[in-house]
């Protein structure tokens, strides 16, 4: 089974905005369920958001409203967009396909003055 690969992280200030974005050598719309998390120094992995392939999509607390998780298809890609950052979203993010327990190697979010 294909891991997936994160990408789309840096370094931003608070109130700033990233696109993450997640795709892999498999087929990106055969999966019925995508779902992001991130890590935080010292802290478990945690769940972030979560879209089905019929578009329906969920968001943890921390994130309601200030993130969007969509896929695309065509481009293979799922991505995650987030607006209003603040320093504790600063995370390694991961994506993962489906439920399978196959993590890439994420992608680091820092935000910091």
């Known amino acids: 089974q294909v891991q997936p690969v994160e990408s789309g992280g840096g370094l931003v200030q608070p109130g700033g905005s990233l696109r993450l974005s997640c795709t892999s050598s498999?087929?990106?719309?055969?999966?019925?369920?995508i779902y992001w998390y991130r890590q935080a120094p010292g802290e478990q992995r945690a769940w972030v958001a979560w879209?089905?392939?019929?578009?329906?999509?969920n968001y943890g607390s921390a994130v309601k409203g200030r993130f969007t998780i969509s896929r695309d298809n065509d481009k293979n890609t799922v991505y995650l967009q987030m607006n209003s950052l603040k320093p504790e979203d600063t995370a390694v993010y991961y994506c993962r396909l489906g439920s399978a327990d196959i993590w890439g190697q994420g992608t680091q979010v820092t935000v910091s003055s």
């Open positions: 498999g087929s990106i719309g055969a999966v019925n369920m």
């Open positions: 879209i089905h392939k019929n578009g329906q999509t």
